[in-house]
């Protein structure tokens, strides 16, 4: 798997696993779970990692938990419809 949401990295038994979107504060979203979870497992599943550290890049935010801006957008997108329909 071609990871674009996170960093991983196997180095001396420790696997070393950064949400990698600083942008948004390391906010994730679907795409960041399913690496997570197949970094995880390719880590949890390795004889030779005996350490397995997560971590966020940048420096604002370890993760801000889900990246609400699609569903913003969506919202935004309906309550502009809304208005243009009202008298």
Not at 31 to 47: S, Y
Not at 49 to 64: N, P, S, W, Y
């Amino acid at each position: 798997m071609t990871y674009q949401d996170i960093l991983f990295e196997a180095q001396d038994g420790v696997a070393t696993i950064t949400i990698n979107r600083p942008q948004v504060m390391n906010a994730f979203r679907g795409q960041t779970c399913e690496e997570l979870i197949h970094a995880f497992n390719r880590a949890g599943w390795d004889k030779s990692i005996g350490v397995i550290v997560l971590t966020g890049a940048g420096d604002r935010a370890f993760c801000t938990g889900g990246d609400q801006s699609p569903q913003s957008a969506l919202l935004s997108a309906g309550a502009s419809s809304r208005r243009s329909v009202m008298p």
